[in-house]
Structures are given as structure tokens and as C-alpha cells.
């Protein structure tokens, strides 16, 4: 089993910035994907960025083509913690983030979540 805690969630206004962090525990793997899901009132829950394993010690990101260049995915292996740095925030980046782990990749239905910390950006 693979715990998640969010955090790092708020209010800003539009064009502020926001850093969540999640916190990974339990049996763990350097294999093991990392990302960030956000679901919006009234919608389906969207993929938002993933640092993925490419085999090795290599790892690889990946984002949302709506949040390319805004924000950015890492990861302290050695915290087994997972950052999402979001810059010019948008109102329509409003919706509660949700951290995931899986093995190697993240999916669509990735194995573990965390229980998510809202975001809301004024404008």
C-alpha cells in the first residue's frame, strides 16, 4: 500500500502562484510514477502533469497541453515527495488537485490517490 498526503492548496488571485506538495509513504519505489490530477465542479476528473520512470534512474514529465509552460512537475526521491509549481494561475485552473502514484507510468486509473486540496484562483 502507497499513502498520498496533498497539501499546499488556497486562494490566489489570477496570475499568482501556488506550490502543492505530496507526500508519499508506505512501500514505495523508485520505479513508481508520480502526478497530478484536478477535478473541477461539475466535471470529469483531467490528467494534469506526471513525472514518469523511463527505466534506470532516468525519469521523464509530462503535462496537459492547457498548463504547458505554466506549471512544473518534480520530485526529491530522497523526501519521496512530489512538487507541482503552478505560475500565472488562471481562473480556470480552479479545482480540487489530486496527487497519484502508479508503477512506472501514470494512467488513466492510476493505483493510488491522495484525497486531494483545492485550489481556487480569483479573478
Known amino acids: 500500500q502507497v499513502q498520498l498526503v496533498e497539501s499546499g492548496g488556497g486562494l490566489v488571485q489570477a496570475g499568482g502562484s501556488l506550490r502543492l506538495s505530496c507526500a508519499a509513504s508506505?512501500?514505495?519505489?523508485?520505479?513508481?510514477?508520480m502526478g497530478w490530477f484536478r477535478q473541477a465542479p461539475g466535471k470529469e476528473r483531467e490528467f494534469v502533469a506526471a513525472?514518469?520512470?523511463?527505466?534506470?534512474?532516468?525519469?521523464?514529465?509530462d503535462y496537459t497541453d492547457s498548463v504547458k509552460g505554466r506549471f512544473t512537475i518534480s520530485r526529491d526521491y530522497a523526501k519521496n515527495t512530489v512538487y507541482l509549481q503552478m505560475n500565472s494561475l488562471k481562473p480556470e485552473d480552479t479545482a480540487v488537485y489530486y496527487c497519484?502514484?502508479?508503477?512506472?507510468?501514470?494512467?488513466?486509473?492510476?493505483?493510488?490517490w491522495g484525497q486531494g486540496t483545492q485550489v481556487t484562483v480569483s479573478s
Open positions: 513525472i514518469n520512470w523511463s527505466g534506470g534512474s532516468t525519469y521523464y514529465t
Open positions: 508506505g512501500r514505495t519505489f523508485s520505479s513508481y510514477a
Open positions: 497519484a502514484a502508479n508503477k512506472v507510468v501514470i494512467t488513466t486509473k492510476p493505483d493510488y
